[in-house]
């Protein structure tokens, strides 16, 4: 939870796309078998919601790096050092939501197509 906070409104962007990619990927892997042109089209809708869940974690890191650098210009020198790698670090956490989004999705993706497409042989 703390790293969804330190992530912040992007944060919650990322864990939303990733959840209703996971309900999209297991639908895909049910279907697999009796549907396979439906578990293609929600295959391949789950890869695309792991994509977008990578470029909002990206889209956070950039937003949160710069909103450092703003809010640092006015700072006392002796502190920047500081206030930079805090908030680097925390703007990090971005990048680790929407990459092991990024990851499940693109699994559950890869596993759906995989299915469908045995599926659709038989």
Do not use: K, Y
Not at 1 to 26: N, R, T
Not at 51 to 63: C, D, H, I, K, P
Not at 75 to 92: H, K, M, Q, W, Y
Not at 103 to 118: C, D, E, I, R, T
Request: glycine letters at 18%; proline letters at 2%; aromatic letters at 6%.
């Amino acid at each position: 939870m703390e790293l969804i906070q330190e992530a912040g409104f992007s944060g919650w962007l990322v864990v939303g796309f990733g959840a209703f990619g996971v309900l999209l990927g297991v639908a895909a892997l049910a279907l697999a078998r009796a549907r396979p042109r439906d578990a293609v089209m929600l295959a391949t809708l789950t890869l695309g919601l792991g994509v977008t869940s990578m470029e909002v974690g990206l889209w956070g890191r950039s937003a949160g790096v710069s909103g450092t650098m703003r809010a640092v210009a006015h700072v006392n020198p002796a502190d920047r050092a500081t206030i930079l790698a805090a908030g680097r670090g925390e703007s990090g956490s971005n990048l680790v939501l929407g990459g092991g989004a990024f990851a499940v999705l693109g699994l559950l993706g890869a596993v759906g197509l995989g299915l469908s497409f045995q599926g659709a042989r038989r």
